[in-house]
């Protein structure tokens, strides 16, 4: 699949979709329909258009033009025309330009990392949960809590006020949410041709052990090669650890029970519902029902037979184009649900040092209020990646427009994809109202006295979790040791701060 967030293009939360393991970022949404967390597309990852210079917002006569950093797939040929186009539109709408460059899906980690850590120039940036507050925590982004309201009012009234409150850190708004399906909803999604031909139970499919028949009869009777779970090494099983909060922390070895009322923070790796999650997963690799590279592979087939992603009904038109098939069936897993994590799964942050940051956030917002330009981000040239088959509703034409359209603007003004239903958005908006809520929402970790730990603990994680998220590793014998360099490399400080900010929050 090359979804079109959370996703894994998910999505996040992602769907017009979370990174896989931690929010949107990580998203297989390349165009249009998944929420927070789709996984990761197949495009290859490419690194940027117009990534040849690293100069700041420049003006063009009076027309400032802004370089914005974002995660995506491979550039197309008509990529430079069609910047070429919003440009001129946004010029004349707002004067102001912008210079869209594209991480691609498997170096955005990186290159966003070394562009915030250099100091490169830039003056949007998307973020994600897994970087957001260390991001802030470093001085990489303005704080916009006061310019949000006087200078783009519209925007600011748009999004409700507990996704605003979900993004602040220290009382402080550092980032524009892309208002979408905000709470997370987790699908699990199959081939339909599958289902047919193996008779497979889709409403008695509840938990990871429900997939382990269906696994083991697409195995069965498709051959020794063929994988029914294909999965990458940066997203593995999509939404593996959503039954707990990380706090916005970006670490999944840390968290709350999403439904726990205690509010305990916990090291999630050693708590016995994960361990028999990872055992399961860890035989499905060693039976080759997971593809033996997943560890090592970066970009997401554009066909898998079952993937796990954050979405929302109608994601599936998307995916169904990129996969080339005739229908994929969605089963609602769990969600949706809101955490202060599913609400910065997909943000835009202006750099603290950018000299137009007002401009920049006129920028957002007429991407956030403004159809035509929304649907441009979103689905490319017209007339070569899409035409309109109504004001609300667009045909795709290609599969190549490579920028993620769940990390530019909210849902709710953009057009839905021909074969979606026409009221998708409308869903999603019913989703969020529906949504639960972590016994911890609205809290995020506090990172001021942590980094330093926070860092280490995450370059443990790093060594081990490829192989631990695809199964390749047997838990019982990895677990512990990774638990017990965690906890030399800080996670028990982690721990107990953590539970003592979480303690005095919900005090106050």
């Given amino acids: 699949m090359k979804a079109f967030m959370k996703s894994p293009l998910l999505i996040g939360a992602a769907a017009l979709a979370m990174t896989g393991l931690a929010g949107c970022a990580k998203s297989g949404n390349n165009n249009g329909a998944n929420g927070a967390a789709a996984s990761s597309p197949a495009a290859s990852a490419s690194s940027a258009a117009s990534a040849s210079s690293s100069a700041p917002a420049t003006k063009s006569g009076d027309i400032p033009t802004l370089v ?28 102001v330009k912008i210079d869209l460059r594209v991480a691609g ?119 020794k090669s063929y994988y029914p779970l294909s999965l990458t090494q940066g997203d593995g099983f999509n939404g593996f650890f959503n039954a707990y909060d990380d706090m916005t922390l970006g670490f999944a070895p840390i968290g ?48 898998r037979p079952f993937f796990s992603a954050q979405a929302f009904p109608g994601a599936e038109v998307n995916w169904q184009i990129n996969a080339g098939i005739e229908k994929y069936d969605m089963v609602k897993i769990s969600g949706p649900i809101y955490t202060t994590s599913t609400i910065q799964g997909s ?95 609205g809290f995020a970790l506090d990172l001021t006295d942590l980094a330093t730990e926070v860092a280490n603990v995450k370059s443990v994680w790093s060594k081990y979790s490829y192989e631990l998220v695809t199964g390749a590793s047997d838990p019982e014998k990895q677990v512990p040791k990774i638990a017990e360099e965690l906890r030399k490399a800080g996670m ?10 979480i303690d005095a929050y919900f005090k106050a």
């Fill in 105 to 223: 899906w498997g170096e955005w980690d990186t290159k966003i990392n070394t562009i915030v850590n250099s100091g490169e120039p830039f003056d949007i940036m998307f973020t994600n949960n897994g970087k957001y507050s260390q991001q802030v925590n470093m001085g990489a982004f303005a704080d916009i809590s006061d310019m949000v309201q006087s200078a783009t009012p519209d925007l600011y009234n748009l999004v409700p006020k507990m996704v605003w409150d979900g993004t602040k850190i220290g009382g402080k708004v550092y980032a524009v949410p892309t208002y979408k399906d905000s709470s997370a909803t987790q699908y699990w999604v199959f081939d339909d041709a599958l289902v047919k031909k193996y008779n497979i139970d889709l409403a008695g499919i509840k938990t990871m052990q429900d997939l382990d028949k269906p696994f083991r009869d697409i195995k069965a009777g498709e051959g």
């Fill in 347 to 441: 943000m835009n942050a202006i750099s603290a040092n950018s000299k137009y940051k007002e401009e920049a956030l006129k920028y957002l917002q007429l991407v956030n209020t403004d159809s035509k330009l929304r649907n441009m981000l979103a689905f490319g040239e017209e007339g070569v990646d899409f035409d309109y088959v109504s004001d609300k509703v667009v045909e795709r034409k290609t599969d190549s427009w490579p920028l993620a359209a769940y990390t530019q603007g909210t849902f709710f003004n953009l057009a839905v994809t021909k074969g979606a239903p026409e009221d998708q958005w409308d869903q999603v908006r019913k989703l969020n109202e529906a949504a639960t809520s972590s016994t911890i929402l």
């Fill in 256 to 303: 709350v029970k999403t439904d726990d009322a205690s509010r305990k923070v916990v090291s999630v790796l050693e708590q016995p519902d994960t361990m028999a999650n990872l055992k399961l997963l860890h035989q499905w690799y060693k039976d080759g029902i997971v593809n033996p590279d997943a560890p090592t592979k970066i970009e997401a087939d554009p066909y």
């Fill in 68 to 95: 914005w950093w974002t995660i995506g797939g491979q550039i197309p040929a008509n990529y430079d025309k069609a910047i070429e186009k919003i440009n001129e539109y946004t010029a004349e709408k707002i004067g």
């Fill in 492 to 501: 028990d400080k982690i721990i107990q701060s953590a539970q003592a900010q």
